[in-house]
């Protein structure tokens, strides 16, 4: 009799075990994207038997992550190197997928700058410290020294800029005044949290990021991940990009 119902018990949460495994996945995003992939996960939540977690960190910081073994199952990067960096590792289980065009932004509390779209106003000597993310990790933060460099003004500058190590740390330092302007993303500036404090310029067309997504092969179900994949792209998730002011 023990034995019974030992292995009924053994049956029972064996099952419990793989129905918990389906019904949850952890989704891996670029800080940049944190606000608009939160809401279309609480929306997939609301509509299906599922618990979706969120990890967000800088998009080179999570593919070191990945590539050492980190369980995620989908991985919302801000560019698409990263991505492409983990296909042709054998990473995922499908080539990477643009999801949208993020747009870096100049972003500032103090309302007396002038923003000019050549960023020379960035001379000023009232503009005491410039937050980027690393570039090393971020794409957010390359596309910002591309634009210094771009217009001359980056060896000028190169003494104020402070680094974060992801967007997040950038907004931060904004926020709290530790730096007088940064580069951020339009899909921070349109958040709730931030959407009314301060101004912004979106950077010129030729530095929007194309930003990929994937599919991870870490030997779990794919029945969820494909479901949650095709949800992004539905027009309720193409409607949550936009209005995050992905492109």
Known sequence: MKTLISTVLILVLASCSAKKEVNQITVAAAASTQFAINEIARDFEKENDVKIEVI???????????????????????????????FEKNKCLNAP???????????????????????KFLLNENVKKIAIANPKNAPYGGMAVKFFKAYGIYDSISS???????????????????????????????????????????????????QGVVELNNNK???????????????????????YGYE
């Open 56 to 86: 967000t960190g800088s998009s080179g910081k999570l593919t070191t992550q990945i590539l050492n073994g980190a369980p995620y199952d989908i991985f919302f990067s801000a560019n698409m190197s990263y991505p492409q960096t983990l």
């Open 97 to 119: 997928k643009i999801y949208g065009l993020g747009v870096p932004v100049l972003w500032s509390l103090d309302e007396d700058l002038h923003f000019d779209e050549k960023g």
């Open 160 to 210: 104020k800029l402070v680094y974060g190590e992801s967007i997040s740390l950038v907004n931060e330092y904004i926020l709290n005044k530790t730096a007088t302007i940064g580069v951020s993303a339009k899909s921070v500036i349109l958040s709730p949290r931030v959407s009314e404090k301060g101004t912004y310029m979106a950077l010129g067309k030729q530095y929007r990021i194309e």
């Open 221 to 243: 179900t794919s029945a969820i991940k494909t479901k949650f994949l095709a949800y992004v792209f539905s027009e309720k998730g193409k409607k949550i990009f936009k209005k």
